[in-house]
């Protein structure tokens, strides 16, 4: 065996296990920052980061029987992000102290990582593999560089004086025969230990440019959308839809009859809202027809559009939820851009994808039996807002969002029923998706105290593309009483009922239940919202 070339570096040459450990640390945090202003600056976005948190979700969204996993709203996205830079600061730490004795660690752990990253990027989202394995190299080697500059700034040097023996040191010891420095070298170093004033300082810059790096990062973000759409003119409606001039009655705290945009639920797996450049967005519209073609903003706005008031609703809504809002939708009807396409016997299913890669899919017929069924550019009189779909996305009445409602459309594919499934059908979900006649209790709410006399119970009820005939209410488990119905622009929507009851004294229980235009009784059987929707009766508990 060479002895000049020991197997282990004494301990005392190397940097302290905490150093390294925030070495490797520093060193990943950077990386990640250089990858998320590399994939912005070469246009490779999302990010390593976000690809591999989205690629997490599209793992994971199934397995988790939970529907929070469908709902996914703004603090589940940060925490899943936040999550993932903490799990990768800590294999960094882990990279650091390994490299203390192995100084090729980081650049094979950076590497995997790169590696990692760069397939989430183009494997989930398609960011072109050239760009993606460019961002990761510079994430790499600047990362890799910062780590082994730390881990320098930390390793203790060898002085020049070399200490003859151990013996008569103070650290010496009389039993070093079984001690394991017995096989090291026989002269102890003398060593001069690092600057922890210059380690602690550089740390802490790279820090401070990181935080600063990933703050640059979501500005450039942000750009391009509030450019793109400065211009944007949305076109007066071919066809209007009449909202009620006046409703019968209010109950203060029911849901608006229209839901404003601020308040309209959002649900979709997207970790980074989907910013699309309307100027060279183009809707494809292919697959099983004569004449596939691509159609542009502009095109889109300049065709006759129809204006509609639609309940949109979530699979994921359990029984008295709030996964549901009503909006006036603007937009061109499917049936003008599928005559255009010329649909093909032999298809079967719309399939539509998002620009992020998420898809859906129902029975034609829904977009051509006559209810409403567009691809829809304004909400509530106004562009779609990014998180609702801007450009463009669908809206069909009656089927549930995750079989239909596509936001950030990029394709409409004409196919066959078992050509293909959308994202949540392999995930446990149905692969047809009709709203359930449902109602809900929105005044008083549960729980609430009211006051003795005369008061008014109140809330909605829907059933969208076939509308709603009656409500009732049972107080106590007493005889089921017919609640008034509001005024509704067309069966599409929900509707807003009031039962007035005479307030005693005491507990109470109200149970809601309702019919539809087609005599059909609400479903009373309690189920889950997995795999096609919730049923059962809203019932709330209430004092007075
Ligand atoms: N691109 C994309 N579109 C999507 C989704 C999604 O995850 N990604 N989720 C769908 C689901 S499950 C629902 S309920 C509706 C919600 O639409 P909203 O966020 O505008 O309320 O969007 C649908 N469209
Ligand atoms: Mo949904």
Redesign the pocket.
């Known amino acids: 065996m060479p002895s000049e070339l020991p197997a282990e570096l004494p301990a005392n040459l190397l940097p302290s296990k905490p150093a390294a450990a925030l070495s490797g640390a520093v060193g990943v945090g950077v990386a990640i920052a250089v990858g998320e202003i590399a994939s912005k600056t070469l246009s490779a976005d999302p990010s390593p980061l976000y690809s591999v948190g989205g690629a997490f979700i599209d793992r994971f969204a199934g397995s988790l029987k939970d529907i929070a996993i469908?709902l996914?709203g703004k603090n589940d996205k940060t925490a899943l992000i936040v999550g993932t830079v903490i799990i990768s600061l800590c294999i960094g730490a882990l990279i650091g102290i390994g490299a203390r004795r192995r100084q090729w660690i980081p650049l094979l752990a950076f590497s995997a990582f790169g590696v990692f990253g760069a397939w989430a990027q183009t494997v989930r989202a398609d960011v072109g593999i050239l760009d993606a394995c460019l961002a990761a190299i510079c994430a790499v080697a600047i990362g890799v560089a910062c780590t082994h500059l730390l881990l320098r700034l930390a390793t203790p040097k060898p002085a020049t004086r070399m200490v003859a023996s151990p013996k008569g040191t103070p650290t010496g010891s009389p039993t070093s025969a079984t001690s394991p420095t017995q096989s090291g070298p026989d002269e102890r170093q003398e060593v001069s230990l690092p600057s922890r004033r210059r380690f602690l300082g550089t740390a802490g810059g790279l820090i401070v440019l990181t935080y600063a790096g990933m703050k640059v990062a979501g500005a450039l973000a942000g750009e391009d959308v509030i450019a793109a759409v400065k211009n944007i003119r949305i076109p007066r409606p071919f066809r209007r839809r009449a909202l009620p001039a006046i409703q019968p009655f209010e109950v203060s705290g029911v849901a608006e009859y229209v839901t404003p945009t601020s308040e309209?639920?959002?649900?979709?797996?997207?970790l980074r809202t989907?910013n699309v450049d309307a100027s060279t967005w183009r809707l494809k519209i292919r697959g099983l027809v004569d004449t596939p073609f691509e159609i542009s903003y502009a095109e889109l706005l300049a065709m006759p559009s129809i204006e509609e008031v639609v309940t949109?609703?979530?699979?994921?809504n359990e029984v008295g939820g709030d996964?549901i809002?009503n909006a006036v939708w603007q937009g061109v009807p499917l049936t003008d851009l599928l005559e255009r396409a010329g649909v093909q016997a032999e298809a079967e299913q719309l399939f539509s994808r998002?620009?992020?890669g998420?898809n859906?899919g129902f029975p034609i017929e829904a977009a051509t039996d006559g209810r409403v069924a567009m691809v829809a550019y304004a909400m509530n009189g106004a562009r779609l807002p990014t998180?609702?779909?801007f450009p463009a996305?669908l809206v069909v009445s009656g089927l549930?969002?995750?079989v239909?409602?596509?936001?950030?459309l990029d394709t409409i594919e004409l196919t066959t029923w078992r050509g293909a499934n959308g994202?949540?059908v392999p995930r446990g979900w149905s692969k047809e998706g009709p709203v359930k006649l449902s109602s809900r209790i929105d005044v008083p709410r549960a729980g609430s105290r009211v006051k003795e006399g005369m008061f008014a119970l109140g809330g909605v009820a829907w059933s969208p593309s076939i509308g709603v005939s009656a409500v009732e209410v049972s107080i106590d488990n007493g005889p089921w009483q017919a609640a008034e119905l509001g005024s509704v622009a067309s069966e599409h929507t929900w509707v807003q009922w009031r039962y007035v009851w005479s307030a005693t004294a005491g507990d109470h229980t109200a149970r809601v239940r309702a019919t539809d235009q087609q005599g059909n009784a609400q479903v009373t059987a309690n189920q889950a919202p997995a795999p096609n929707g919730a049923t059962g009766l809203h019932q709330i508990s209430f004092s007075v």
Request: proline letters at 3%.
């Open positions: 469908q996914f309209f639920y959002r649900i979709d797996t997207s989907p949109l609703s979530c699979v994921s996964l809002g998002s620009v992020d998420w859906s998180a609702h779909g996305r549930y969002g995750y239909s409602a596509t936001k950030w994202f949540w």
